[in-house]
């Protein structure tokens, strides 16, 4: 099999406002998001021929994709809507790539969007919060999502040592990109103290370390590299994707500190040729602080058990060595559920087309993406970078 | 309000009627002795379908917990600590700990079964903390 290093691009990429966005249902978000990106690749809806969605928790449908290119009148030869909870984004765009390598599809959508925080009624909302979980072993129970990310962090901090302080700073550090982007759902700067001030949740967890509920949506347009040299802005190109999927039940996680964020990380890098050196910024999924601090470790951008230490002394906020989420991520950008991780992506090519305004990383020509989905349980990296890199 | 309860289906009919006797069962193997838990139809092992209920001794430290502050439902009332339990046996399961100071919880912390009501037909395994 060929590698598929530099085969593909990304050649469109759109948000459309996030945070409350009322009166506009995730259909009608979806589908401005896919026209908003074709906009920005400056191709028509006639020369989509794969769409991927993931389906909607505030407008659940059984055939999403479909209904969504039937929304548009368009008649793909390859479509399907994807669920691997916050892990979608990264992985259909593995398989939207390895499509394209096939000749499945020229020019792939990849569209996601939800209305969770004005679109969901009461029984919907409880339905999110008490469907994670073994029905039989764990929901019984009675935790709360962020209960089951406190039982990674609680594991860490006694494994490792690291402090409520150290997940606080990652809520600060993506505040603070935040504040650089005005697209941003919550953008007036914090402190550790105000996130060690804020409201407890599920012990080491405060409110302020753990995500938004917001309404939004990002598409992207992707297709191959011979043809990306087509469109009009600087392609993005796929340098690396790797997965991990390690359990679906954090009661059955064979490490509560250690990832398959591991494996995924290690099979992105060796098909990139790059390593965490050459990264310029990292999108890592933060539905929870302590996911991004795990996340740093597991792909080496430090060692393992030293993240609340590379927190404090790198930094991952604006200018730090490392900058982390550089549009705010799910904790300060927006996080509508499922497409969450879609403007982790959409950031990206920004960045690397270099058109990402006060926030931009200087010089950035490679960066790594990763999102995880369920507990800690499917995982995918994703390495992007400018041509030539 | 009533607590989330489990639905019992024929693999794990034999462990919630274990949990109501006061029994933590888990699988063995009777091809290659693995112990496991949740249920399964085969050995994750060796995948044989040879399985029989074995009591656990129901000891077992802390893998790791939370002390919920914000309760799922009024049914639960928090703080409560939810925890992942290692059984001296090796399988890991969810449970509560009961019956203390929510403070005084730690990972590592030795622990032993003892069921509760969870319903007025279903009890469900819970820990507390064993005395030094
Ligand atoms: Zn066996």
Redesign the pocket.
């Known amino acids: 099999m060929a590698s598929m290093r530099g085969k593909v691009a990304i050649v469109g990429a759109a948000d459309t406002r996030v945070g409350t966005v009322p009166g506009v249902s995730a259909t009608e978000l979806c589908v401005d998001a896919i026209l908003k990106a074709l906009d920005d690749a400056c191709i028509s809806k006639h020369q989509v021929d794969g769409l991927i969605t993931c389906n909607s928790m505030s407008q659940p449908m059984l055939y999403h994709a479909e209904a969504m290119a039937e929304y548009l009148q368009i008649f793909p030869r390859y479509c399907f809507a994807a669920g691997a909870g916050g892990g979608t984004t990264f992985s259909v765009l593995h398989h939207a790539a390895s499509a394209i390598m096939t000749g499945m599809a020229d020019t792939i959508v990849i569209a996601m969007a939800d209305s969770l925080r004005s679109g969901l009624s009461r029984e919907q909302a409880m339905m999110v919060q008490s469907s994670t979980g073994h029905p039989q072993f764990e929901q019984p129970y009675g935790l709360t999502v962020p209960a089951y990310y406190a039982l990674v962090a609680q594991a860490h901090m006694a494994q490792y040592g690291t402090t409520a302080e150290h997940f606080a700073q990652v809520a600060v550090a993506c505040r603070a990109h935040a504040a650089r982007n005005p697209a941003a759902q919550m953008r007036t700067p914090i402190t550790v103290e105000d996130v060690l001030a804020s409201r407890p949740i599920a012990d080491p967890l405060h409110l302020l370390d753990c995500s938004l509920v917001s309404d939004g949506g990002a598409a992207i347009v992707m297709t191959s590299a011979e043809r990306a040299r087509d469109f009009p802005h600087t392609p993005v190109y796929v340098l690396g994707v790797g997965e991990g999927h390690s359990h679906e039940h954090i009661s059955q996680a064979h490490s509560l500190t250690t990832s398959a964020a591991v494996e995924a990380g290690e099979r992105a890098y060796a098909m990139a040729g790059l390593g965490p050196a050459d990264m310029a910024f990292a999108q890592l999924y933060d539905c929870f602080t302590p996911t991004v601090l795990v996340e740093l470790e597991d792909l080496g951008f430090c060692q393992k058990g030293e993240g609340g230490a590379f927190i404090t002394e790198a930094g991952i906020g604006p200018g730090g060595a490392l900058p982390v989420n550089t549009h705010g991520g799910l904790l300060s950008h927006s996080h509508p559920g499922n497409p969450g991780s879609m403007f982790a992506l959409t950031e990206s090519v920004w960045q690397l087309r270099h058109t990402a305004g006060e926030r931009q990383v200087p010089n950035a020509e490679a960066g790594l993406l990763h999102a995880q989905g369920g507990i800690m349980s499917s995982h995918t990296t994703l390495i992007l970078g400018r041509d030539g890199y | 309000m009533e607590k989330i309860q489990p639905v019992p289906g024929p693999l794990s009919e034999a462990y919630f009627a274990g949990c109501n006797a006061g029994t933590l069962l888990i699988q063995a193997?009777e091809?290659?002795a693995?112990l496991q838990f949740y249920p399964r139809s085969i050995?994750t092992?060796?995948n044989?379908s040879s399985l029989k209920w074995s009591p656990s001794s129901g000891r077992g430290h802390v893998a790791s917990f939370t002390v919920v502050r914000r309760a799922i439902s009024a049914a639960y009332e928090a703080p409560y600590v939810v925890a992942l339990i290692k059984l001296v046996e090796g399988p890991q399961l969810m449970s509560h700990i009961v019956e203390c100071d929510p403070e005084s919880v730690s990972v590592g912390a030795a622990v032993t079964v003892t069921f509760a009501a969870w319903s007025e037909t279903q009890a469900m395994p819970v820990f507390t903390l064993d005395e030094n």
């Open positions: 193997c091809s290659c693995a050995c092992s060796c044989s």
